[in-house]
């Protein structure tokens, strides 16, 4: 194989503009590599971009980070908006059922209440079902120890009721999956711990919501979480990174001086000395470079499209259901698997919006049924998805509602933001891992892979992930000869 010509040279490419992408193009620009991050959609972010609805700066995607470990607070302190860091309101959310609308747990974690006995566990769940849960207390700690779903775990500690009433809707909410089928240790990496030190479910979620900064199990940013990729994709350019929109790789192919040839779909062909693949349509060229990943597909995640509404509706100012309402499978009357009444949530966009003005958002499509009708992404479009949202919402919320209320819309589609936990799913990322731990003999291009489709769904997880795959690649020293 003879070395073909390139159009340019890299000390390392990142193939992908996401949250992962952009952090670790961020790691590799510290160590000194000249990098360039190319993304195909018309902006940086993926699903933590931003969006203008009727003159607010919005969230198009994700909204909140898990607080677990202060992974995520850290990172943004790093990176100089720690200042920015802010709690949810205190006004909590609720859960919409077909036996009726009830509290979520003020202080549960995925669903899970760490006091199984109290007011609003007793509202949702009928004195039957927290009498169950309550037996969690005194179950010896052999019960549920073999288990490794959630779903599993929580039905074997506390019953039936507290699965299907409230960990199903959170965890369809939050993940798009269903707890029987995820990991108990993927979801919440420190509950196992916990629960084996506690030697009760409740009492291990009352442990990690103790440890989680500011007593809250999620936070967000002053102005919203899409200032984190904004501020991620200046600080690249800042330290001589070049990010490069609607532009894809699709093709990589090792050359004989140890460095990998990137095509590009404008026609251009990248030398870089390392690459970064920070996407799920990326596999292809993992494929390409390491053995064994040949016929590895990875599941098409839930296909998830977000509702977001600008109403006039000062009847909402006393935020009739707290933040949001999760809704659970066995409620026939909407179709949105969540609402979150964000001027509720946040108090900085309540103050933007200004008084009577709010934003509520729902969310349709789970990872395990199939999604709404084929709605366009942006703003505008799906006509009959925006006037479901308004039904939706009218009866998640509890208050009429009506188009005239309705200065603003958009619609956003995701697709593979939400991997689902399927067993074909972890296959893939099992063979990947693999292929990058061990590349084949003579292989001498540094390559490594993140994104939330090899991590897990999370900030917390995707932020770690992505600056360990960029130091893989950089190893002890980082030479630079482009």
């Known amino acids: 194989m003879s070395e073909r010509a390139a159009d340019e040279e890299w000390g390392a490419v990142v193939v992908g503009g ?42 198009a995607g994700a909204e909140s980070f898990a607080t677990r470990g202060g992974t995520v607070a850290a990172y943004v302190d790093e990176l100089g908006i720690g200042d920015r860091v802010v709690a949810p309101s205190a006004r909590g959310s609720w859960v919409h059922l077909a036996s009726g609308d009830g509290p979520l747990p003020r202080t549960g974690l995925l669903g899970i209440p760490s006091r199984p006995w109290a007011a609003d566990v007793r509202r949702t769940l009928g004195i039957l079902g927290a009498a169950r849960a309550s037996l969690d207390l005194v179950l010896p700690s052999r019960v549920g120890a073999g288990t490794t779903t959630l779903g599993g775990l929580v039905r074997a500690r506390m019953g039936a009721r507290v699965v299907d009433r409230l960990v199903r809707p959170v965890v369809g909410g939050v993940h798009a999956a269903d707890p029987d089928e995820l990991a108990v240790d993927a979801v919440s990496p420190g509950l196992p711990a916990a629960l084996r030190s506690s030697r ?30 904004e501020t991620l994709a200046a600080q690249v350019s800042d330290l001589g990174g070049s990010i490069r929109t609607r532009t894809r790789a699709t093709g990589a192919e090792p050359q004989p001086s140890g460095t990998v040839l990137v095509e590009l779909s404008d026609g251009t062909n990248v030398r870089a000395q390392r690459l970064v693949v920070a996407t799920p349509q990326g596999l292809p060229l993992l494929a390409s470079l390491l053995p064994g990943l040949d016929g590895v597909a990875l599941d098409d995640g839930a296909d998830v499209r977000l509702v977001t509404l600008v109403l006039d509706a000062p009847e909402l100012d006393a935020a009739p259901r707290g933040t949001g309402v999760l809704v659970g499978r066995d409620a026939s009357d909407v179709r949105a698997k969540a609402l979150t009444h964000a001027t509720a949530k946040w108090p900085w966009l309540a103050a933007q919006a200004g008084p009577g003005r709010h934003v509520v958002r729902l969310s349709y499509g789970r990872g395990d049924e199939p999604g709404t009708p084929d709605v366009p992404q942006g703003a505008g479009g799906g006509p009959e998805l925006v006037a479901q949202a308004l039904a939706d919402a009218s009866v998640l919320l509890g208050v009429p509602l009506t188009d005239r209320q309705v200065t603003a819309t958009a619609v956003v589609r995701w697709t593979q933001a939400l991997p689902r936990p399927s067993a074909r799913h972890r296959d893939a990322v099992a063979s990947v891992r693999a292929a990058l731990a061990a590349p084949a003999d003579g292989t001498t291009v540094p390559v490594a892979a993140c994104g939330a489709w090899l991590a897990g769904n999370g900030i917390a997880s ?14 002890p020293t980082a030479e630079n000869s482009f």
Do not use: F, K, N, Y
């Open 18 to 59: 996401g949250l992962a992408g952009l952090v670790a193009a961020r790691e590799l620009l510290r160590a000194g590599v000249r990098t360039l991050v190319v993304e195909g959609r018309d902006a940086v972010g993926g699903a933590v971009r931003g969006h203008v609805v009727g003159g607010l700066t919005l969230d």
């Open 200 to 229: 009760s479910l409740a009492r291990a979620v009352r442990s990690l919501r103790a440890a989680a900064p500011a007593g809250s199990a999620v936070q967000g940013l002053e102005g919203g979480l899409h200032v984190l990729v």
């Open 462 to 475: 995707v932020i770690p992930d992505a600056v360990a795959a960029a130091r893989c690649v950089v190893g």
